[in-house]
């Protein structure tokens, strides 16, 4: 077994043109919201934690030194090309995922209406079943930057077992 941690935060702006945030991703689902993340890539900061504790888990280079922000094959990229990525070297270790556990951090919009199809989406992104994937979502009560609305927080578990024969 393999457990690793997965941690991102990104800014939260007025959408472009109003503002330099891109629209609302979370964990690749897009939902409507008056702020969103300034990021090079889609700013998807669920998938980015999500890559990371895959990454973590393995001993592998992070999210960051795989994908540089400063590249610019990866402006305003599908953060799902990154989960992907490595999801493929988890598999090439031998590993797949037993079970991951996600927290997002932001006052707006509510992740409460979206998380089934948020961690729907995910569970088909690292190739497990939707039980294997969970989302919850929390306020940081009014305080800080997160709790202002100005960024949104994530933090990822992930737990990675030697990949069964069969599959
Ligand atoms: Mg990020």
Known sequence: ????????????????????????????VRIEAPRGPVAHSDGDALLHAVTDALLG???LPDIGQLFPDHDPRHDGADSAAFLREAVQRMHAAGFEVGNI??????????????????????????????????????????????????????HVVALLVARSAVS
Do not use: W
Request: net charge positive; aromatic share 2%.
């Open 57 to 59: 888990a393995l001993g």
């Open 1 to 28: 077994m393999r457990i690793g941690h997965g941690y991102d935060l990104h800014r939260l702006d007025e959408i472009s043109p109003q503002g330099s945030g891109r629209p609302f991703v979370l964990g690749g």
């Open 101 to 154: 556990d996600c927290t997002v951090i932001c006052e707006r919009p509510k992740i409460g209406p979206h998380k089934d199809s948020i961690a729907a989406n995910i569970a088909r992104l690292l190739c497990c079943r939707r039980e294997q994937v969970n989302v919850k979502g929390k306020t940081h009560e009014r305080v800080d930057a997160v709790g202002e609305g100005r960024a949104i927080e994530v």
